[in-house]
């Protein structure tokens, strides 16, 4: 999310620019802002864990991008985020609830058919995973483009490799969304870049140097930028009621002194102001000062800048708050995209030169990922002894209805081939399922070959557990029906999502 409004606050020392104007060098990207709006393309497959192409769109977004940086002689570098530091699990608790909430929204406008209102909702309600940062850094491998795992926050090793020389694998601007990147000391970056590689940048030496422009910042240090930023609010702490970004940058440029500026917050706001405020923005501002970052140089964790002496006196476990430590062969094997930085789980088999690996290292306060979907296996296995089928021939109409999970008549397989039939747009005698071609052989999602050998129409009826028709062992449900002929292309009445959500007739 970043800094509350500050992105509208710096609106005067904004510059439009092309990202040619980078063009021979490198500039890093905030992965995961990129696969957020590729997924808005794919909210509804994603949150509802639709098979199909579709699925992967968002892949298809990331490396339209990239191919554009590289179009202009860019060498681009992905980030993508790790695990959450500790100060953070009240925000992400937050945006799972408002992620839950969403999705139970978006399923009831599917219902009641209003689509438009539907994809709006499964749009916020959409998550990224680290399993959908894997399958872009696949892609990445197999095309040789630079990338680098956080071990926690993406914007803090953003801000590290701004710091660095090109020669040592530095960048010279990074492509982000989030204004937290300015609070982090970034020299320069890029806003609302579009697919034509227009955008907008702010370049913080330019801020602190300008003389014309208001709001002022001329007597202003990185150290008092930050302290601004965090006074109004951010992903570790909340501002206090009533201060936001006007105030806290008046504030800091009136008394150009963080202490002193709590001390009066402490005096005007009293009760308000939280007894532990104090050293939730110590914290707070340390975090944007000194996280911990991965250097591949050295293969191993550091801090973004050197510990300042207030926290010398801190033990390891108290600096937790700065991202808990890792072993070495922990960060190296996030950093390079084989480790889940927040389950500490192999993506793949571990290979044999890393069996000291094999058992993951446990960390103080380690975060879970929320997901707002459920792995295909147990989606289907919900869905088991939940449909009917009902195949018609010429000679007759045949009525199958699985009720009993104990006793399926069909295995998840078959299950899962049915739901694939429903939701393709075409059809011939013998179904092939390829997977989008960018996404690499080892996806998990791959899809095995199915034939339909039999000339037949399929309605399949999927329902939702927790609603009951009256006197009646059938569950309401909603239907989808899709027409199935040997070699020929038939066109449904309706559109597929309406299908999916509405009973046809028999």
């Known amino acids: 999310m970043g800094i509350k409004d500050l992105l509208k606050f710096m609106k005067p020392y904004v510059e439009p620019i092309h990202i040619n104007k980078y063009a021979n060098k490198r500039v890093g990207v905030d992965a995961y802002s990129w696969l957020h709006k590729g997924a808005y393309s794919c909210s509804m497959e994603l949150c509802m864990n639709m098979d199909g192409d579709k699925k992967f769109q968002y892949i298809n977004y990331c490396m339209h991008r990239i191919n554009l940086l590289r179009h202009h002689n860019i060498t681009p570098v992905l980030v993508f985020d790790g695990g959450n530091i500790p100060c953070k699990s009240l925000t992400e608790q937050q945006r799972h609830s408002k992620r839950k909430s969403s999705r139970e ?15 709006e909702m499964f749009q916020r309600a959409v998550s990224i995973t680290p399993s959908m940062a894997h399958q872009l850094i696949q892609i990445l491998k197999s095309e040789n483009i630079e990338f680098v795992v956080a071990p926690y926050e993406a914007d803090a090793q953003l801000a590290y490799l701004s710091s660095l020389d090109a020669d040592k694998g530095g960048i010279a601007a990074v492509i982000s969304e989030d204004s937290d990147l300015l609070a982090y000391g970034c020299s320069s970056v890029i806003f609302k ?41 951010c992903d570790f702490l909340s501002s206090v009621p009533g201060i936001g970004i006007g105030k806290a940058h008046a504030l800091v440029s009136k008394y150009r002194n963080l202490d002193r500026v709590l001390s009066v917050l402490k005096y005007d706001k009293g009760d308000q102001m939280p007894k532990d ?21 050295s293969k191993k964790l550091k801090h973004l800048t050197p510990v300042r002496e207030t926290l010398l006196h801190y033990s390891a476990e108290e600096l937790d708050f700065l991202g808990p430590e890792l072993s070495s062969s922990q960060a190296s094997a996030i950093a390079e995209g084989e480790l889940d930085p927040c389950t500490m789980k192999w993506f793949n088999a571990v290979p044999s030169c890393n069996n000291q690996l094999k058992k993951p290292i446990t960390v103080n306060n380690p975060s879970k990922w929320l997901s707002s979907t459920e792995p295909p296996s147990q989606i289907l296995k919900q869905e088991e002894g939940c449909f009917t089928i009902v195949s018609s021939h010429k000679t007759g109409t045949k009525k199958i209805t699985l009720m009993e999970k104990s006793k399926p008549m069909f295995n998840l397989e078959q299950l899962s081939d049915l739901k694939q039939l429903t939701t393709s747009s075409k059809v011939s005698s013998k179904v092939e399922r390829k997977r989008s071609s960018m996404v690499p052989n080892n996806n998990p999602f791959k899809k095995q070959k199915t034939t ?40 449904s009445n309706k559109n597929t999502i309406l299908n999916f959500f509405s009973r046809c007739s028999s």
């Open 105 to 119: 929204l978006a399923m009831a406008k599917l219902k009641e058919g209003d689509i438009n209102a539907a994809t």
């Open 193 to 233: 870049m579009d697919k034509y590689g227009n955008g907008e940048e702010i370049i913080i030496d330019k801020v602190f140097s300008s003389t014309g422009r208001l709001p002022s910042f001329v007597h202003f240090t990185e150290e008092l930028f930050t302290g601004m930023c965090v006074l109004a609010g």
């Open 277 to 297: 405020y104090f050293v939730s923005f110590k914290e707070a501002l340390a975090v944007f000062q000194h996280a911990r970052i991965y250097d591949a140089e």
């Open 452 to 491: 339909v050998t039999n000339e037949c129409a399929i309605d399949v009826i999927q329902v939702d557990d927790s609603e009951t028709a009256p006197g009646s062992q059938m569950p309401k449900s909603v239907v989808e029906k899709k027409s199935v002929t040997s070699g020929k292309k038939v066109e």
